[in-house]
């Protein structure tokens, strides 16, 4: 099955902006969605269809998609935005559709 | 506002069965696709099953085929995972999330979860 490739952590400092990387095989040719999850709470979409923003997310958060690796990006990165970052796709193999995620990436705000 | 309440976690022995449920409210449930995904603990996510709004197709993750089976009653707006044959790589918190279509690509909004532990 389709493999999504996260780095396990990322760090950056207050007001710098942090990129997330995600790489999966010509990942370009597959929408991608990304979801913030903060300890002990669900997951909340923050970035689908490669780089919209649903509703309420801030436009700091943005992202992009493009060969074998979609990025998300957080401008002025702020300490609220500490948390574990993963981006999913769909495939479909033999006619068995299958929702893939990363393995997630601990984004820390030093 | 859309809500999502999961119930029915808990400590389960080995092998032994558990029904889970979702508390759907804030949208028209019978209009959506629903989907189990659950959270192994310190790991990520992992999708588990899903089925249409109309509850005629649903699929699973190969892990859980054959064990597991998905429903729901969009007369009571409530999505159900019955998991037999526990093994102790079930145990995880378990989410429910709506699709954002009858059955799309993405999940647009997701419950608090509900721990299953499966001890020997």
């Known amino acids: 099955s389709y493999v999504l490739t996260q780095p396990p952590s990322v760090s950056v400092a207050p007001g710098k902006t942090a990129r997330i990387t995600c790489g999966g095989n010509n990942i370009g040719s597959k929408s991608v969605h990304w979801y913030q999850q903060k300890p002990g709470q669900a997951p909340v979409l923050v970035v689908y269809?490669?780089?919209d923003r649903p509703s309420g997310i801030p436009e700091r958060f943005s992202g992009s998609n493009s060969g074998n690796t979609a990025t998300l990006t957080i401008s002025r990165v702020e300490a609220g935005d500490e948390a574990d970052y993963y981006c999913?796709?769909?495939?479909?193999?033999?006619?068995?559709?299958?929702?893939?995620f990363g393995g997630g990436t601990q984004l820390t705000v030093l | 506002q859309v809500q999502l309440v999961e119930s029915g976690g808990g400590v389960v022995q080995l092998g032994r069965s558990l029904r889970l449920s979702c508390a759907a409210s804030?949208?028209?449930?019978?209009?959506?696709?629903m989907h189990w995904v659950r959270q192994a603990p310190g790991k990520g996510l992992e999708w588990v099953a899903v089925?249409?709004?109309?509850?005629?197709?649903?699929f699973y993750a190969d892990s859980v085929k054959g064990r597991f089976t998905i429903s729901r009653d969009n007369s009571k707006n409530t999505l159900y995972l019955q998991m037999n044959s526990l093994r102790a790589e079930d145990t995880a918190v378990y989410f429910c999330?709506?699709?954002?279509?009858?059955?799309?690509?993405?999940?647009?909004?997701w419950g608090q979860g509900t721990l299953v532990t499966v001890s020997s």
């Open positions: 999913q796709v769909w495939e479909s193999s033999n006619g068995h559709p299958n929702w893939v």
């Open positions: 804030g949208f028209t449930f019978s209009s959506y696709g």
């Open positions: 999330a709506k699709d954002a279509l009858e059955m799309s690509t993405l999940f647009d909004y």
């Open positions: 089925m249409s709004n109309d509850g005629n197709n649903k």
């Open positions: 269809d490669d780089s």
